[in-house]
T-cell receptor, first 111, second 111 residues
Framework: GENVEQHPSTLSVQEGDSAVIKCTYSDSASNYFPWYKQELGKRPQLIIDIRSNVGEKKDQRIAVTLNKTAKHFSLHITETQPEDSAVYFCAASIGDYKLSFGAGTTVTVRA | SQTIHQWPATLVQPVGSPLSLECTVEGTSNPNLYWYRQAAGRGLQLLFYSVGIGQISSEVPQNLSASRPQDRQFILSSKKLLLSDSGFYLC??????????FGSGTQLSVL
């Protein structure tokens, strides 16, 4: 099955700086790559997703890039704010309605 | 709009006792339904998924089971809980695309 690796496991950034989280996947048939944000004690919520026919997608301060050749994708958060502090999960799917998740990155934004 | 209800929010159970967690989805028909488990500080592990009534796929062998008695109802059960069953259990749904929408979760502590 699909194996998704996520780095780093923890990330501390100064408010206003950028944060980058990287994920790699194993199955070249994967075609859907979402990112979820989970605040402490809450449910994971979809923040952005990208399909394999697109190389980059942006939504305000967050963006995702995909490199199909290298089988990796990244989440970029610019101008970080305290409310960006959370655990972020990447995931990948080959289109069989199952998502394989990365282990998560705990992001802390220092004021 | 679609909503997902999951209960209870917290549960403390002794080892060897039974378990029943329930999840219902409103506002959509024939959703794909999922049960995930999240151990403390860990990623999301897919336990079961269902693409229709009575159709259950298990991803991880364990002493848990799932049932889908109605189109929008998904139940996670155990006859005898183990200490290792402790964790945060999340129900989720999706339709057509792979976008997952999670319930609010159940924090299960087995003592």
């Amino acid at each position: 099955g699909e194996n998704v690796e996520q780095h780093p496991s923890t990330l501390s950034v100064q408010e206003g700086d950028s944060a980058v989280i990287k994920c790699t996947y194993s199955d070249s048939a994967s075609n859907y790559f979402p990112w979820y944000k989970q605040e402490l004690g809450k449910r994971p919520q979809l923040i952005i997703d990208i399909r394999s026919n697109v190389g980059e997608k942006k939504d305000q301060r967050i963006a995702v890039t995909l490199n199909k050749t290298a089988k990796h994708f990244s989440l970029h958060i610019t101008e970080t704010q305290p409310e960006d502090s959370a655990v972020y999960f990447c995931a990948a799917s080959i289109g069989d309605y199952k998502l394989s998740f990365g282990a998560g990155t705990t992001v802390t934004v220092r004021a | 709009s679609q909503t997902i209800h999951q209960w209870p929010a917290t549960l403390v159970q002794p080892v060897g006792s039974p378990l029943s967690l329930e999840c219902t989805v409103e506002g959509t028909s024939n959703p794909n339904l999922y049960w995930y488990r999240q151990a403390a500080g860990r990623g999301l592990q897919l336990l079961f998924y269902s693409v229709g009534i009575g159709q259950i796929s298990s991803e991880v062998p364990q002493n848990l089971s799932a049932s889908r008695p109605q189109d929008r109802q998904f139940i996670l059960s155990s006859k005898k809980l183990l200490l290792s069953d402790s964790g945060f259990y999340l129900c989720a749904w999706s339709v057509q695309e792979e976008k997952l929408f999670f319930g609010s979760g159940t924090q299960l502590s087995v003592l």
